[in-house]
């Protein structure tokens, strides 16, 4: 479309660029098979969606940490964000294995799972929301996705507003 935010180095701000003007067709995402795979599943209509294909380079900085092992075969990741209706959020981690998505799955479960249990997370109310996070691994894709309806949404907004002003913040 004509409205648009680009986020990247300054070699590919330069690309988008020179693409968005007519310049350089030849490496548009377009050409690329894999990419064009990851945009046709992401919700390009949601208000913010991504899709890319991860560098060995940042792969093997996040995977080099012990609770991120499962990270270590990430190929690409993709998703979208809607706040239009409260707040959709769906995010898409390609791995190299299907044990790898699987095991990223547990992992993330186990870690919301001890976030609800959290006294603090219990003590101020934030259980209901996440109950809202989900997490899912089919084949080599780990998915998460985030639904709050408005309601969900104001009332999360309200209580991080009262705890940021009794911290000193806002």
Avoid: C, H
């Avoid at 894999?34 to 046709?40: F, G, Q």
């Avoid at 208000?47 to 690409?76: C, N, Q, R, T």
């Avoid at 547990?106 to 219990?122: C, E, I, N, S, Y």
């Amino acid at each position: 479309g004509k409205r648009g935010v680009a986020v990247g180095g300054k070699e590919w701000i330069k690309r988008i660029v020179d693409l968005y003007g007519g310049k350089g067709a030849a490496g548009s995402a377009k050409e690329n098979p894999a990419l064009v795979d990851l945009i046709k599943r992401t919700r390009t209509s949601d208000a913010l969606w991504w899709a890319g294909i991860v560098p060995p380079s940042l792969v093997s900085k996040l995977g080099s940490s012990p609770m991120m092992a499962p990270v270590k075969s990430l190929k690409s990741v993709s998703g979208s964000v809607d706040p239009s209706k409260g707040l959709s959020l769906a995010a898409f981690l390609d791995l190299g294995t299907d044990a790898d998505a699987a095991a990223l799955k547990t992992l993330a479960g186990d870690q919301v799972t001890k976030l609800k249990t959290a006294p603090a997370v219990q003590m101020m109310g934030m259980g209901t929301f996440l109950e809202t996070i989900k997490v899912d691994a089919k084949k080599n894709t780990f998915s998460l996705s985030v639904n709050m309806n408005q309601q969900q949404v104001d009332d999360l907004t309200t209580r991080l507003g009262g705890m940021a002003k009794q911290f000193g913040g806002m």
